[in-house]
């Protein structure tokens, strides 16, 4: 069964990355992000740290767009090779969309702001 996706998360991210693969990903590694199992609750990331998945928050939809330009279906081939500017070009989208989810996390721990709240307040 699937699991629904949250309020609070990206619904075309969700199921596809999550925040750790993305976070991953700016720090220059590439890491297998696929959920294998539709019963499992984590990405083969994270399965491989033993760390919960946090899905991928919805206020960062350009961000996301950009990360997947970057991207593109290089890293749906495990084999093949990447050169240094598609590298630089990922790590650099996956880094904008963790910064984001970083300021926006600290602004919403400021402000006391519950992220559901938050999401609904700022319509969606
Ligand atoms: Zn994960």
């Not at 991210?13 to 019963?39: E, P, T």
């Not at 499992?40 to 991928?56: F, G, H, M, R, V």
């Amino acid at each position: 069964m699937l699991i629904p996706c949250p309020p609070t998360a990206l619904p075309e991210a969700f199921w596809v990355i999550c925040l750790r693969s993305m976070q991953a990903f700016g720090r220059g590694r590439r890491v297998i992000f696929k959920f294998n199992k539709l019963n499992s609750k984590k990405c083969a990331y994270c399965t491989l740290q033993n760390e919960k998945c946090i899905p991928i928050p919805w206020y960062v939809r350009e961000e996301y767009a950009a990360f997947w330009a970057a991207i593109d279906d290089l890293v749906l081939e495990e084999e093949e090779e990447m050169d240094l500017e598609e590298i630089i070009a990922i790590k650099r989208a996956a880094y904008a969309l963790d910064n984001v989810v970083r300021v926006t996390t600290s602004m919403m721990k400021e402000s006391g702001t519950d992220p559901l709240v938050f999401a609904l307040l700022e319509g969606i």
